[in-house]
């Protein structure tokens, strides 16, 4: 099974270096090749995804992705800017669905900055579509009019790219708790009435899945107020952005949360939702669990191996149980640890 390992920028290379020493130890049949991606490929090739890298993801049976980003690249051209890398892969690899879990560990409880009484076993899924939307759109830019500049950019969506967002949606409740949340902004969008149109009309053949609808803005207020009421969230590119980086908060931390962007067929990139916090590179202090826990959703998504993603999620457990913390998720009495210590207890867990 080959996978891509793109390290990337910032505390990329930190985190990654712990999951591939996870995936070592598990004994399965992997051919693991680095390429650089964003700054680091800039660097490389004056280009944040160069050929060489695109090349070798499309290769792949999954690609593991550690963060790009940094702020000595703000001034460039924006195609040259490292988080065109992610964007061009998601595009050139029709990775059309992100899948965002959030759950919040019975350790981890008391590091959220909810009341523990609020988010003590939550889980949620948020499924957000990830090549369509004003992201993508066109056109876009920024044009002279009047004597001034105008920035525009263009909320687009098919009926296709909503349908097969959907379903993974609706498939994925259906292996949960059969319930669906689809977020939009009917009452204002274009585009969210078409959204809300194509989810209702495709809810139609999950007659055992329960369907409701949440404007975005109340979605956000109902993330902090109750979010356990929610299973499975569906939305669009720009609300998911959102929304995913606030449920991850009621987790207590960002470093906890993995991801992954299926393509039509299950190939997917896998990565950590924090990004790459050039403040604390180098330092050994970044938190490498969301990594590890992408490496073992990239094992049961997309390389069959649900078993070992197992063994990953378990070990991982078994550490938190054990009141091991990196910095981001502090608890009273808890034993502190840097980056290569967190990833050497799941090891001894595994």
Known sequence: MKVAVLPGDGIGPEII???????????????????????????????PLPPATLALAKAADAILFGAVGDARYDKLPRAKRPEQAILGLRKELG???NLRPAQVHPELVSASALKAEVVAGLDILIVRELTGDI????PKGI?????????????????????RIARVAFDAARKRSKRVCSVDKANVLETSQLWREVVTAEAAKYPDVELSHMYVDNCAMQLVRNPKQF?????GNLFGDILSDEASMLTGSIGMLPSASLDARGKGLYEPIHGSAPDIAGRGVANPLATILSAAMMLRYSLGEAQAAGRIEAAVAKVLKAGVRTADI???GARKVGTQEMGDAVLAAL
């Open 17 to 47: 270096a712990q999951a591939l020493k996870v995936l070592r130890k598990l004994g399965l049949s992997l051919e693991l090749q680095e390429a650089p991606v964003g700054g680091a490929g800039y660097e490389s090739s004056s280009d």
């Open 231 to 235: 299973d499975v969230i569906v939305t």
């Open 135 to 138: 992201y993508f759109g066109e």
């Open 330 to 332: 502090p608890t009273a």
């Open 95 to 97: 990775l059309f669905a």
């Open 143 to 163: 044009r002279e009019t009047d004597g001034e500049r105008e920035g525009f950019d263009t909320m687009r969506y098919r009926e296709g790219e909503i349908r």
